[in-house]
């Protein structure tokens, strides 16, 4: 059990390590080891702060808000997924920035250049720090386009906060089935003690680290697919033919493995259930579908949002 929570968090960091190499891998010479809120890390866009309180603590909340030169009067809310900061986003940032979307691409609290929180991480508390960005940015109605975690939480925001959001764009989004009905829970202070050995440079790690295995427990205690097929809204799955991923499958038994991660099968049964939406799948396509496939990615979700 040791050896494979350990992997599932070393998997975990270098998915993460890679979603950063783009932008040091151009650099030359020595680089200084990054900081917990990703200081000396470039977004593509200015990065701004928003001021929050979250159980009694004062964090604040990093976003790049993108402003069009032709606005169409729409604007769209990226939702990042676990193992990614926002700034991934940047090709899709550039394709709604050309449509003429006003974009929005917060870092979560717990994620990016966000603060790292002392307490545990909700989609409830996230939700309500998404609609307090939108009230911050005074956009009254957004699109969500979300990926993998962020699509778990575009879920929540749907269902508490309707009015809030026109279409939701779930991208390879995980939580389409209960994790806790094939992985036995695993106490946070656990993981924790085994990834141990991975602490060295910054003396902040320790907070960051508790901030990304909180997120891995709030995936597992909080499922969404209950909550899934009543959204009313329209909604588009688009999904990858090759997206198997499954949080916590090395920590369930082996031979229930097999089953979890079906996850464009997933969607689309998801989708029949709901009353106004449909599920895209794109082969040859995974986890990361609008960089696999950025084109037929781009078509799909810009039809939908121009409806």
Known sequence: MHRILSGAICAALTTFCLALAPAYAAESGERQPYGIDLEGFAYPYPVSLMPLVNDGEPLRMAYMDVAPAKPNGQTVVLLHGRNFPSSYWAPVIRTLDNAGYRVGVPDQIGFGKSSKPAGELHFDTLARNTVALLDHLH????????????????????????????????????????????????????????????????AEYPRWLRAFVSSGQMIYREPVVYEIPLITLPT????????????????????????????????????????????????????????????????????????
Do not use: C
């Not at 309707?162 to 989004?173: K, N």
């Open 139 to 202: 956009i009254a109605k957004a699109d969500i386009v979300a990926h993998s975690l962020g699509g778990m939480l575009a879920v929540r925001i749907a269902r508490a906060y309707p009015d809030r959001v026109s279409h939701p764009v779930l991208t390879a989004p995980i939580g389409l089935e209960d994790y806790r009905q094939y992985v036995p829970p695993v106490p946070t202070e656990k993981i924790l003690e085994n990834a141990r050995f991975n602490l060295k440079d910054s």
């Open 236 to 307: 588009l799955f688009i999904m990858g033919a090759d997206d198997h991923n499954a949080p916590g499958r090395p920590n369930a038994p082996e031979a229930l493995r097999p089953k979890m991660g079906q996850n464009a099968s997933l969607a689309q049964a998801l989708a029949a259930r709901m009353p106004n939406a449909h599920a895209e799948v794109i082969p040859n396509a995974g986890h990361l579908v609008f960089l696999d496939s950025p084109a037929k990615y781009n078509e799909l979700m810009l039809g939908f949002l121009g409806k």
